[in-house]
């Protein structure tokens, strides 16, 4: 039975910043997409920076994604209105002196683009002000450390892809085959440890072998941290760093982030990006195939019949955390409905 709680979750918690586009994604031409179920336009203005509305024409609620970009503001395809990227209504062409003229009427989004993604805030209501966006070390030290983004879409809830990651386990079987996977004990206790912004997941004993650990981190978006060690042949840098985000597009779609990150500077970053490009990226994407590929064929309703043993700790508590927050902001948006 799914409770309220987690309906509200299976569609995205919220008070968040995610990741909704990889920059490359967004040029001029506005883009249609889903994200937390909900219908967003994003385009570039005349000075290269990213708009975020509500993808509905105020007039008859066409789709402003198809609609074009005029510099400082988009035009509606089917009568012409034209909005900005505060939603604002700047013109309605096809009326004299339209009292529509001057309103702020579509919904816009506060947008922040960081380490080649653009993020958008989705607070609990809409008055909820952004929270401060921070990232991991290994993407914030862009002086040290350099990285890939790497994302695709997956036809999964986004809380699968979330355990997926908060399972170290899986990565000694599901990629077994894999180059930088393989070794490392494929039995093993694992503990939790917390952190000053969610909690590390690790297996006792073993570090510095394979996919060993992970963290959880919220600092104004939800991220996960982990490292793989890496042989010397696959170059300079020492351990492999991914950080990864999800996104929930609707109930049952999701986007993927990944950053696969090393400390390399100088030449050593040269070497790294070029080896990167010509042999690993096509590795990597091998790799993530076999986790989409798993979690978009788990079994319908997978999490409501589940026997879940001691490696799965690390999802547990994510998901115990999820839920309580997920309670405090039903019970926000309720009061506050109340109160309208
Ligand atoms: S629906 Fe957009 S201008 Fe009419
Ligand atoms: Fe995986």
Redesign the pocket.
């Known amino acids: 039975m799914t409770t309220a709680v987690q309906h509200y979750l299976d569609k995205g918690l919220r008070g968040l910043w995610y990741p909704v586009l990889a920059s490359w994604e967004v040029q001029s031409a506005p883009v249609g997409i889903t994200r937390l179920g909900e219908q967003i336009v994003v385009w570039r203005n005349q000075d290269g920076q990213v708009q975020a509305l509500e993808d509905r024409?105020?007039?008859?609620?066409?789709r402003?994604s198809m609609?074009w970009n005029l510099g400082d503001r988009i035009?509606?395809?089917?009568?012409?209105?034209e909005v900005a990227g505060d939603g604002e209504v700047k013109s309605?062409p096809?009326v004299d002196r339209c009292p529509l003229v001057g309103q702020q009427c579509v919904r816009s989004y506060q947008v922040q683009e960081a380490h080649g993604a653009i993020f958008l805030w989705f607070g609990v209501t809409a008055e909820h002000q952004p929270d401060a966006l921070s990232f991991p070390q290994e993407l914030a030290d862009s002086e040290s450390y350099s990285h890939f983004l790497c994302t695709a879409a997956w036809q999964c809830n986004y809380q699968y892809a979330l355990e997926n990651v908060m399972d170290p386990m899986h990565g000694t079987y599901l990629h077994s085959s894999s180059h930088s996977m393989a070794e490392g004990d494929r039995q093993a206790e694992m503990v939790l440890q917390p952190t000053q912004t969610g909690f590390i997941f690790e297996k006792k004993g073993q570090s510095g072998v394979n996919f060993d650990w992970v963290e959880l981190g919220i600092s104004g978006a939800c991220w996960m941290r982990l490292s793989i060690p890496y042989k010397k042949r696959f170059g300079p840098g020492g351990h492999f760093w991914i950080v990864g985000m999800v996104v929930p597009e609707d109930n049952d779609r999701c986007r993927v982030f990944f950053w696969r990150i090393r400390r390399v500077q100088g030449w050593q970053r040269d070497l790294w990006r070029f080896i990167y490009r010509n042999r690993l990226e096509k590795l990597h994407w091998e790799v993530l195939e076999q986790d989409r590929v798993v979690l978009e064929n788990l079994a319908p309703e997978a999490r409501e019949h589940e026997y879940l043993y001691q490696h799965d700790v690390g999802l547990s508590r994510l998901r115990r955390m999820m839920q309580k927050a997920a309670k405090e902001q039903l019970a926000q948006r309720e009061a506050q409905q109340g109160a309208a």
């Open positions: 024409c105020p007039h008859r609620g066409a402003l609609g035009a509606c395809w089917y009568h012409g209105v309605v096809a």
